[in-house]
């Protein structure tokens, strides 16, 4: 009897998730694919902004703890998320789902989604527009443009810290996409060949407006729009 309780539980645990994900792709699929900086400044002129200064006090002491990070912060506006809103399509398939911090209050919204739900999303359009070029590259060059996923975009301070960031990360600011990449060149396997292709179109892309990293034995890349040529972890 016990043993029938327990695969009724997992059966049922899994069929919720299984749900979950079908309604994401459900609102996904509705929705076309954002391939045009106007689309991208569309789709966020949808969201309400609120400074830095104005942020949910529960949130602030929450994602910056000790106010850190308050000088460079202070004067940034960021976008508030609610509810659903977090399937939004913002560059190609992307959805803010993909950018926003998996943190706390992530959680809590996944376990009781409700339409009022608040998140905070801060994001500098250019990393947003550096994607754009990203798969339209890929795209022109014959490539499977959405041949890579999103590892992580923004991180508030305390999601930073946790995760063992670097002190002064650009993904604090929202100027950082970290992506894995996957089988970008269509033979079935995803390795350095496919990295290496994306990594060469970013030095194109990011030029000296950013910075860019390789991470070596990984399939993982970082790029930036900090604002000045950064490099590390050369081939």
């Not at 860019?212 to 990984?218: E, F, K, R």
Request: hydrophobic share 30%; charged share 25%; aromatic share 14%.
């Amino acid at each position: 009897m016990k043993t029938f309780l327990y695969m009724a539980f997992c059966c049922l645990i899994f069929s919720c998730h299984k749900s979950e994900k079908e309604k994401i792709e459900s609102i996904k699929n509705q929705q076309e694919d954002i391939l045009t900086k106007s689309g991208i400044d569309s789709v966020l002129d949808q969201f309400e902004q609120v400074n830095y200064n104005d942020l949910d006090e529960r949130y602030k002491s929450y994602s910056h703890p000790e106010n850190k990070f308050h000088k460079e912060l202070k004067n940034r506006d960021f976008y508030k998320i609610l509810g659903t809103q977090i399937d939004r399509k913002v560059v190609g398939c992307f959805t803010v789902r993909d950018f926003i911090p998996h943190d706390d209050y992530y959680k809590a919204f996944k376990q009781d989604p409700y339409p009022e739900f608040e998140q905070y999303w801060l994001v500098d359009k250019k990393v947003l527009y550096m994607m754009l070029s990203l798969i339209h590259d890929l795209d022109n060059q014959g490539y499977n443009k959405y041949g890579f996923h999103i590892r992580t975009a923004h991180r508030h301070p305390q999601k930073n810290a946790d995760v063992n960031g670097a002190s002064y990360s650009q993904h604090m600011f929202g100027k950082a996409i970290d992506i894995g990449v996957d089988d970008i060149n269509g033979d079935g396997e995803s390795n350095q060949t496919d990295k290496m292709i994306v990594y060469e179109m970013l030095q194109s892309i990011v030029g000296n407006n950013g910075g860019l990293g390789l991470y070596p034995g990984s399939m993982n890349l970082h790029f930036d729009c900090r604002g000045f040529r950064a490099r590390w972890d050369f081939p």
